[in-house]
Nanobody, 127 residues
Framework: QVQLVESGGGLVQAGDSLRLSCAAS????????MGWFRQAPGKEREFVGA????????YYADSVKGRFTISRDNAKNTVYLQMNSLKPEDTAVYYC????????????????????WGQGTQVTVSS
């Protein structure tokens, strides 16, 4: 079992940057593809980006492509979401998620594809 804890959220102004972290428990973090999702008030949870378990492949939602970057450090059991040029519409609770896989370069974009979820961290972008 994997426990995920997000951190790094906060209140920023439009155009600012934030880096979210997601720390995972356990000794098999490198066997998990990771994803970031977000949920704004009154909206469904949506995919933000994903990274393969080796870090060799990443994929982003069109809404964040070119502004957000996912990376991971398997030695630290941590995945990151670097968010630049933040916009008010990026305001949401951000969740990380983990999916166990033997595939080295697969990533997953569906909510239902993930086995474990963190509790979320709030990101608020003021205009």
């Amino acid at each position: 079992q994997v426990q995920l804890v997000e951190s790094g959220g906060g209140l920023v102004q439009a155009g600012d940057s934030l880096r979210l972290s997601c720390a995972a428990s356990g000794r098999t973090f490198s066997m998990y593809a990771m994803g970031w999702f977000r949920q704004a008030p009154g909206k469904e949870r949506e995919f933000v980006g994903a990274i393969a378990r080796t870090g060799g492949s990443t994929y982003y939602a069109d809404s964040v492509k070119g502004r957000f970057t996912i990376s991971r450090d398997n030695a630290k059991n941590t995945v990151y979401l670097q968010m630049n040029s933040l916009k008010p519409e990026d305001t949401a609770v951000y969740y990380c998620a983990a999916h166990f896989t033997y595939s080295s370069n697969s990533y997953f974009t569906s909510n239902g594809g993930y086995d474990y979820w963190g509790q979320g961290t709030q990101v608020t972008v003021s205009s």
